[in-house]
Structure formats: structure tokens, C-alpha cells
């Protein structure tokens, strides 16, 4: 990082953005630099309008009020339209690009929720679908992201599993159930993912509805019996995830079960 002062600026050069702040000073008086200061990018895609809106109409359950997404379903409309006119590149940081496809998975799960509403479970709407081969909601294609129209399987298991190794993402997308994690009530950013995925995998993991754990016995979410293969990457195990959020470790030795999933929607 350089700092130089010119003309009564100081100006701070930083991996991430160029700052200018100016310093008042009196004739003939020696400046002190100033602390090295730091600012993140801004993530390509302004995920502004998704945070107010999930500040709204979602509680700190992670339970959706969807009649007030319906109110405010011009707001939400607008933000999809953001998302589909602005794909994520190569160019985009790593963190940038997962916290886009986050957003967009929960974004349009809203959305396709709405476009049925009212139903009592996602998987309703399969019964709905008058499509060839397709049976599934996640499997629709009604998402449209630059040129093309993708379904939210093709952002979960086509984009996200296979392009990002990170296992977390798991703790963030949200089906419209009542056993998925908590639906956050905020925006996924670049600037702030980690930390945001971390706390999603702590809020789940000692959730006793959606995960029962005790150093003898773990009756654990479908998540770890659906995705094993994902939690035993890097030479990992689900023994491991476990531990990194639970405040109840558990062992080789810890009889693991997994938990019915409750498919009722998320709403408030």
C-alpha cells in the first residue's frame, strides 16, 4: 500500500479502492500520516433493494411474511431484473460471484413462491407444472440471467457445487421450508460472505429443530445425509462441520441419525 501527501490531500492507494481525504493544516505545520485506511469494493451488483426488502418481510426466524412480498412485488421485481441484466464474470471476485447466485437462488425462490401463492409447501407447485420432463419447482426454467434461462437447480447444483468448494452454501440456500436454514434477513455481499456463512452455519447447527445433537446421539438435518459427499471433501467429514458450528461436539462414536424434513412453507 503507498500513502502520499499532495496539496493538502492525502491520499491512500489500496488493494481494493483509492480514498482521498483532505487534511486542513496551518501554513509551515508537518502532517502525521494518518492510519492506513481500507475500503472494500462495492460488489458489482447493488443488492440494495433485496436487503430492504428482506428487512422488511422477513423475520429474525428466517420466516417470510409473502403477502408483503406481494405488496411490494414491483420493488422485488426490479431487483431480479438487476440480477438478470448483470451475470457474474470471471473479472467479479470469488466471493462476489457466490453471494450474487446466493441471493439470486432465495431472490427468485421468493418470486416463484409468489407466482403460486398461496401454497402451503414448494413442492406443491410440482403438481402444478403442465411442462415436458420437468416435475420438480427446481428444476423450472423461469429464471432469466443474461441471454439465457436457468432453473434453481442449475444456480445450486450447476453453479454453485461445482464452479465454488465451499460447502457453506448449504447453510444459505433457502427452499421456502420450514427445515431449510434460516432465510437471512439481509442481503448476502462479497464484502461481508464469510462472516455471514459462518454465522448461517452456527444459527443451523444449534437449532435443535433442525438439528438434535448430544455427544451420544446427533439426529442431524437431511442436509448432511443428501449432500455426504459434499461434507466429506478436502478430506473432511460431517463429524467435522458439525463441530466447527455446534456448541455440542460430538465423535467417531456419536450414533447419527438424520431428521424427517418438514416441507411446510416458511411463512410467518
Known amino acids: 500500500m503507498k500513502r502520499y501527501t499532495q496539496k493538502g490531500i ?25 492510519a492506513p485506511v481500507m475500503t472494500l469494493a462495492a460488489d458489482p451488483v447493488d443488492h440494495s433493494i433485496y436487503d430492504r426488502l428482506a428487512k422488511k418481510h422477513i423475520n429474525e426466524k428466517g420466516l417470510v411474511n409473502y403477502k408483503g412480498f406481494r405488496s411490494d412485488e414491483k420493488e422485488l421485481d426490479k431487483y431480479l431484473d438487476l440480477l438478470s441484466k448483470n451475470p457474474p464474470t ?8 457466490i453471494a450474487y447466485w446466493i441471493n439470486a437462488y432465495n431472490a427468485y425462490t421468493i418470486k416463484l413462491i409468489l407466482n403460486h401463492y398461496p401454497v402451503k409447501s414448494i413442492k406443491d407447485i410440482g ?123 460430538i465423535n467417531k462414536d456419536t450414533d447419527i441419525s438424520f431428521l424427517d424434513y418438514n416441507w411446510a412453507l416458511n411463512e410467518q
Open 127 to 249: 403438481s402444478k407444472i403442465k411442462i415436458p420432463f420437468v416435475t420438480t419447482p427446481w428444476a423450472i426454467k423461469f429464471i432469466p440471467i443474461g441471454s439465457e434461462k436457468i432453473s434453481l437447480d442449475n444456480i445450486e447444483h450447476g453453479t454453485l457445487r461445482k464452479k465454488f468448494n465451499d460447502q457453506r452454501i448449504h447453510f444459505a440456500l433457502v427452499c421456502a421450508a420450514r427445515s431449510c436454514p434460516r432465510l437471512r434477513n439481509e442481503a448476502y455481499t462479497g464484502a461481508k460472505l464469510d462472516a455471514q456463512l459462518d454465522d448461517q452455519g452456527s444459527d443451523f447447527l444449534n437449532n435443535p429443530a433442525k438439528n438434535a445433537i448430544s455427544p451420544q446421539k446427533a439426529s442431524l438435518s437431511k442436509y448432511f445425509d443428501w449432500y455426504k459427499g459434499d461434507w466429506k471433501e478436502d478430506n473432511k467429514s460431517i463429524e467435522y462441520w458439525v463441530n466447527r458450528y455446534s456448541k455440542t461436539k
Open 10 to 34: 492525502l491520499v491512500t492507494l489500496t488493494g481494493f479502492a483509492l480514498t482521498s481525504l483532505v487534511a486542513f493544516t496551518e501554513p509551515g505545520s508537518v502532517t502525521t500520516p494518518a
Open 90 to 97: 470471471d473479472k467479479w471476485s470469488q466471493d462476489a460471484q
